[in-house]
């Protein structure tokens, strides 16, 4: 019964509804964020905010979606509606999309809405997970091959493959997807970046196909506070199977270790101890408790 930020207004999160000929329904252009808010000593606080406004705009701006509003009100709103919603913690989504204003695939025509929902939301996939790892399966559904740009975007549209891959990975008993690109390399999972560790050095795959995350980008500076040689470069399904460690990150994921791949135990088959560290670091850095 909380409130929702919709087009500059707090709406009643029951009224805040759409109509049944919303263009992005139809056709799936939109763009959207995920981001959390974390308690901290200091009180509730976002977690990458100007980061995650400057994705969605960026996002936009790939789609040609002409926002109706600036960063600043867009982070004013974010930062309103968990505070409104009386919320500690928070998952916060935030999303652009075009109105009922008109039908077929032209949108010059259309209104752009901004609307921001939160709502508490745990772990992703599970504390289990993020403590014992995840068991995942390569994807028959590769990575953006419609259009690499688009993984710079998140984009409504292009969780179409997302969502596929995930639902064959759950059939098939499995945790989580592992999408590779067109040319058959590692890209990310279903909603997150991933690495692997061998021999002490921590290995992500580069942004060609993958989406430039938040969390990747905090793991890469926190790694840095314990001296990891980093690389980032094409990683191939052979280098997942033999890494010592390996882990997905994302907001919604947090941290999560990848313990098995297509039936291939990673290292030990349980949480790595750099995958371990890094964790710590990480929910130290969003609950405030670390200097990044
Ligand atoms: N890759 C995809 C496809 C995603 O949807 C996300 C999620 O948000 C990520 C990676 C991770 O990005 P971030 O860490 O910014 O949440």
Redesign the pocket.
Known sequence: DGVIWLDGEMVPWREAKVHVLTHTLHYGMGVFE?VRAYQTPRGTAIFRLPE?TR?LFDSAHILNMPMPCDKDTLNQAIVQVVRENGLDTAYIRPMCFYGSEGMGLRADNLKVHVMVAAWTWGTYLGNQALEQGIRVRTSSYTRHHVNITM?KA?ANG??MN?MLALQEALACGYDEALLLDAEGYVA??????IFIIRDGVLYTPDLTS??N????ATILTLAKSLDLTVIEKRITRDEVYIADEAFF????AEVTPIRELDRRAIGSGTRGPITEQLQTLYFDAVQGRHPD
Do not use: D, M, Q, W
């Not at 990310?188 to 970046?193: H, L, V």
């Not at 990150?249 to 919604?252: D, K, L, P, R, V």
């Open positions: 995920g995650h994705r993984c998140k292009n969780y997302s990310e999972g279903s909603g997150e970046n993958a989406l995350g938040i969390t990747r990150t994302g907001t919604a």
